[in-house]
């Protein structure tokens, strides 16, 4: 009862308008009238507060207005510097309030920076629908998809074995795991987390996991398919690193680092369209992964 009295004050204190051009009709995905289909946007290193994110969250709505999204999906870095309750209004509630106001559940998964302060502020903030937890799942459709929200912040053994029988039992036609450091990165800032693909590989390739989505390099990647996995860097939410790109690394698919960018999924039984937008409307790459 506290968290939805919370979430009520947050909402109407929101009155900023968002800033930012929306994307040109007809130019995005299109939902159409399926039942079991499921539609969200996914952005990661965002929490600036800035007109980067501001144009970025104009450009969510418009895609929302278009089709309505499910809900918004971050992978991380949800709130700059450091992770601080203090900074939800400013970095979050504000350049995001239209979103807010249609309603659009966030879904947040912490990332280096959210920890810089602990934990508590975002696992407990109610518009990040964490619920107290620093991992969890979400489930969408008649067992359509599962979302498998890790920290990777902390990927110790009892998020590994707690993962690994969360995917066990799940029935879901589509397992999405979410986590903020890129085990495959093409990234010159970064690059890809070896330890956390010591960890987190095996158990991705054991229950068959087709598409997964992380952030923490301020670029957009699709990288090559490894064993099988289609995995995404969506992590210029807010803060883009142009230029951050290896162009000759051999994990990269496709990649954009010349500005902000979020990206589109929709999911119905067969596969999964996928889209990544910059903060001006451009399509920057597009795509379906079939399921296997």
Same mark, same amino acid.
């Given at each position: ?130 619920? !107290? ?7 969408? &459709?008649?067992? %359509?998809?599962?979302? /498998?929200?890790?920290? *990777?912040? $902390? ?79 969506? !992590? ?7 230029? &951050?790109?290896? %162009?000759?690394?051999? /994990?990269?698919?496709? *990649?954009? $680092? ?35």
């Amino acid at each position: 009862m506290r968290d939805q009295i919370t979430r009520r004050r947050v909402l109407q204190s929101l009155t900023m308008l968002t800033a930012g051009t929306l994307i040109r009709p007809g130019s995005i995905l299109a939902a159409g009238p399926v039942k079991d289909k499921f539609r969200c946007a996914i952005v990661g290193d965002w929490g600036t507060g800035d007109r980067d994110a501001a144009a970025v969250a104009g450009q969510m709505i418009g895609a929302h207005r278009q089709s309505p999204l499910d809900f918004v999906i971050a992978v991380g870095d949800n709130i700059y510097p450091n992770g601080s309750g203090r900074y939800f209004s400013k970095h979050f509630e504000q350049p995001f309030a239209q979103l807010l106001r249609e309603r659009i559940n966030f879904y947040a998964v912490l990332g280096n920076h959210d920890v810089e302060q602990g934990r508590d502020d975002q696992r407990q903030y109610p518009l990040f629908n964490m619920g !107290g937890k620093t991992y969890y799942t979400l489930q969408q &459709g008649d067992g %359509l998809v599962e979302f /498998f929200m890790l920290d *990777s912040t $902390d990927f110790d053994s009892a998020q590994a074995g707690w993962l690994e029988q969360s995917l066990k039992v799940s029935t879901a036609r589509w397992k999405i795991p979410i986590f903020h450091h890129p085990i495959y990165s093409s990234g010159k800032k970064h690059g890809s987390n070896l330890e956390l693909r010591r960890k987190l590989e095996p158990l991705l390739v054991q229950y068959g996991i087709s598409v997964a989505f992380s952030g923490h390099d301020h670029i957009y990647e699709r990288v090559k398919p490894q064993q099988g996995i289609h995995y995404f860097v969506t !992590g210029a939410g807010g803060k883009a690193r142009r230029g &951050g790109t290896d %162009l000759n690394s051999p /994990f990269r698919a496709a *990649s954009f $680092d010349d500005d902000n960018h979020f990206m589109l999924i929709e999911v119905d039984d067969q596969q999964v369209n996928f889209q990544a937008i910059s903060e001006t409307s451009k399509i920057v790459d597009q795509g379906v992964i079939k399921r296997a």
